[in-house]
């Protein structure tokens, strides 16, 4: 999954799965915001195998794509 860290006005660093938005949290850097994202994400995952819910990643594909800023 790919992890995105965006800091905020307070100086801490929000990170967020760009796959499963609803996992998010923050962290005072970069470091401590990628340790809480994994907890998080295993946290979320547990839930959902708790509750025999698929997760909104499964059963779908990944792709990469180029967006043109400029003509945005």
């Not at 860290?5 to 470091?31: H, I, Y």
């Not at 994400?41 to 043109?68: K, W």
Request: charged fraction near 30%; hydrophobic fraction near 40%; charge should be negative.
């Amino acid at each position: 999954m790919t992890a995105v860290f965006t800091p905020d006005e307070d100086g801490w660093t929000m990170a967020q799965l760009a796959e499963w938005p609803a996992v998010v949290t923050s962290g005072r850097t970069v470091e401590e915001a990628r340790e809480m994202l994994l907890d998080a994400a295993r946290e979320m995952v547990a839930s959902y195998r708790d509750e025999g819910r698929e997760r909104p990643c499964d059963g779908g594909h990944l792709e990469q794509v180029t967006i043109d800023v400029a003509a945005a």
